[in-house]
């Protein structure tokens, strides 16, 4: 059966993020040949109705306000009930980021319905819509349905593949308005701890450093690999807890969880806590010194060896390829 489906769009510093169009990707597998709807929250939003259209919706629904400037839960709810009310669509998509994790359950206990949260595909089968997601830190994965209600589930980033961008597509941009109010929290300012960089859990590449870097400065070569590679830094728990680098660098169970094409471990033991978080990267390489550390399990490619002298040539070799290509 066809369906309207809604896809909430998240923007960050002004632009939406990659899994948005993921979500629309998915969103077009749920609606089986029916409508799908963007919707965009925040402050100057209209803007960027035009490229989710591009990326496959077939029209959008903006919400221009001065509280839905900075994400907050009391806002963000009221306004997305606000237009599922209005719309009474029978799917839900949202990418399973920190917001989409916050805000999804929320508007499951609103709309008393159910939810499929962390889906990495979804497929239609006859009349069912199915999502697997990882469960058991990744080590298995289900299919699950929802039987009754709307459609709604969040998808894990870099998992879907995004429709290709089609700058020829047009759809209806609606401007709508809601009524928030008895706000608990107000977001007076952002200070972010970190500068700009590549998002971990939408990197492509991802370079992570553990215990093994011995230190703050260890991670030097790791930053200068992700550089030539254009990718982000990572880290695992015993880096973070050692103070080595930032916690949210950490990848793994209690840290970020990720999906890239390439993930290079450097100093990484391998405990079941860190691969939780990376093990279902596309390719998997491993440095260390220790030819019985369990990282080596699930690496596609194992460098054994100590990585202070390893990864200065690997960049070296890169930054070959990079300069001939
Ligand atoms: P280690 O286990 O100490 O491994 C360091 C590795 O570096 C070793 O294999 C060593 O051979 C290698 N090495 C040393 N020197 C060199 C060198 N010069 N060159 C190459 N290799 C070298 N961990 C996470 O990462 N993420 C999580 O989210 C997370 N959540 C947790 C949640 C709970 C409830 C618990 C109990 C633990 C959690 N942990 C998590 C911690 C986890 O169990 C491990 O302690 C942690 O991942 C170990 O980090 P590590 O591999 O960097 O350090």
């Known amino acids: ?41 925040g402050e100057n939003v209209n803007i960027l109705a035009n490229e989710i259209i591009h990326y496959g919706a077939d029209r959008v629904i903006t919400v221009e306000h001065p509280d839905l400037r900075a994400y907050t839960p009391d806002a963000f709810l009221q306004a997305i009930l606000q237009v599922l009310d209005a719309e009474k669509p029978e799917g839900l998509i949202l990418g399973h980021t920190a917001i989409g994790k916050d805000i999804s359950p929320r508007i499951a206990a609103k709309l008393k319905s159910g939810l499929i949260s962390d889906a990495v595909s979804v497929e239609v089968a006859g009349e069912e819509v199915l999502f697997t997601r990882p469960i058991y830190s990744g080590k298995a994965f289900e299919k699950k349905v929802i039987q009754d209600g709307i459609v709604f589930a969040t998808i894990r980033p870099n998992n879907i593949a995004p429709l290709e961008k089609d700058e020829s597509r047009s759809g209806e941009v609606r401007e709508v308005n809601v009524d928030i109010k008895d706000l608990r929290t107000v977001i007076k300012d952002i200070v972010r701890k970190t500068t700009g960089g590549i998002d971990l859990s939408e990197a492509k590449v991802i370079v992570s450093g553990g215990r093994g870097v011995k230190s703050a400065d260890g991670f030097k070569p790791i930053q200068e690999l992700a550089d030539v590679l254009g990718g982000a830094v990572g880290a695992s728990r015993g880096a973070c807890d050692a103070d080595y680098c930032d916690y949210s660098l950490q990848i793994g169970q209690t840290g970020k969880v990720v999906t890239p094409d390439l993930y290079i471990a450097c100093g990484i033991s391998g405990a079941i806590q860190h691969v939780a978080g990376m093990s279902n990267a596309k390719v998997i390489v491993a440095i260390n010194k220790d030819p019985e ?18 990864l200065p040539l690997i960049t070296e070799e890169f930054k070959k390829v990079a300069v001939n290509s």
């Open 1 to 41: 059966m066809a369906k309207k489906v809604v896809v909430l769009g998240e923007i960050r510093n002004g632009e939406l993020r990659a899994v948005s169009y993921e979500a629309i990707a998915a969103a077009k597998e749920v609606a089986n040949g029916g409508e799908v709807v963007g919707l965009l929250l």
């Open 293 to 310: 550390a369990p990282i080596f399990n699930i690496a596609d490619y194992g460098i054994v060896g100590d990585l202070f002298e390893v």
